[in-house]
């Protein structure tokens, strides 16, 4: 089963108090591979986005006026992340905007037992520590330079980091046994057994070819 790293970012922090997604975006991975694949979309909220929504992710309503409205790129999104395992860090913040928003359109609801809370793993592997994004990103020593503002697609990537750290995943190693191959002229002993004699005139000239060496390198 391939992988989805997901982000949002919304107009506030509460879809039932009338708050809206304004950006979504996912990032395919096969182990933890990134595909190639990408979803990313702005949404028109049909709504104000306050200024401490603006300060965080810098999307205004006047930006976002002529992007397509959530319906529009529903189903888009649900077929890009069917029957793929979703990790999102804080889960239940972006699940409750889109299981929220995926409701008013009368659309499938997202199943969270495909859904992995990376801050739930982070929490238990660092308890009693930041463990927000930034925080993971700066105790990992992953390049923040480009995270001015909060930005969907640029935390799918972030967070992909942060998740492979996370689990302490290992790079392939290179596999230095004896192959098969090998194996068999090891055990067979088919290997070149013929002992090869030198001749009197070789060694001669081996000889003197050492004692020129010497000498040259005395001197």
């Known amino acids: ?71 529009k790129i529903a189903e888009d999104f649900l077929n890009f992340i069917r029957n793929k395992k ?25 199943d969270e037992n495909l859904v992995i809370d990376s801050l739930e793993i982070a929490r238990n592997k660092f308890p009693g520590t930041s463990n927000s994004l930034d925080a993971l990103c700066k105790k990992f020593n992953i390049d923040l330079s480009k995270r001015t503002k909060h930005n969907a697609l640029l935390d799918c990537e972030l967070l992909r980091e942060v998740y492979i750290n996370l689990l302490d995943v290992k790079e392939p190693k290179f596999d230095l046994s004896l192959t098969n191959f090998e194996q068999n002229l090891v055990k067979n002993k088919s290997y070149n057994k013929e002992i090869l004699k030198i001749s009197e005139t070789e060694i001669k000239l081996h000889k003197n070819f050492l004692k020129h060496e010497l000498k040259k390198n005395h001197y």
């Open 1 to 71: 089963m391939n992988e989805i790293f997901l982000d949002t970012e919304t107009t506030g922090l509460s879809f039932k108090e009338g708050h809206k997604i304004v950006e979504v975006a996912c990032i395919e991975t096969k182990d933890l591979i990134p595909t190639g694949k990408v979803f990313h979309r702005l949404i028109n909220p049909k709504r104000d986005v306050p200024d401490e929504a603006f300060k965080v992710h810098g999307f205004s309503k006047e930006f976002l006026s002529n992007k397509d409205t959530f319906d």
């Open 86 to 110: 979703i990790i999102i860090h804080n889960a239940s913040f972006d699940l409750s905007f889109l299981n929220g928003e995926l409701s008013v359109v009368k659309k499938k609801l997202i």
